[in-house]
């Protein structure tokens, strides 16, 4: 198998559950890696990049996994040779008690 990453793709998003998260597009971090099936590796970066792009513009999501799990989804589904995705999704910005870097959750989906 062969990686390909895409890392720390940087977009705007409506993403949580609060009100104002719906409505307010905050900055989100993803990083998708893909394994190739060995061969001819002809994945095309612009491609997964606009799976990326379409889940993201979708619209309002709730959580963060829903983002990773459609990106891993349409990553596999993409092209027959990508065998496994993983999609790390942060969201830099989030209200909690105390300092933070980030929330990230990690998926990771293979084909079968």
């Not at 999501?61 to 942060?90: H, K, S, T």
Request: hydrophobic share 50%; proline share 4%.
């Amino acid at each position: 198998m062969h990686e390909i990453t895409l890392q720390a793709m940087r977009f705007h998003a409506l993403v949580g559950i609060l009100p104002h998260e719906r409505t307010v597009a905050q900055p989100i971090e993803i990083d998708l890696r893909v394994r190739v099936a060995d061969g001819d590796i002809v994945v095309d970066y612009r491609a997964l990049y606009g799976i990326v792009s379409a889940v993201i513009s979708a619209g309002p999501l709730d959580f963060l996994e829903q983002i990773a799990d459609r990106i891993a989804v349409g990553a596999i589904e993409y092209n027959a040779r990508v065998r496994v995705a993983r999609v790390a999704v942060r969201k830099p910005h989030v209200a909690l008690a105390g300092p933070l870097a980030y929330a990230e959750v990690v998926v990771e989906r293979s084909a079968e």
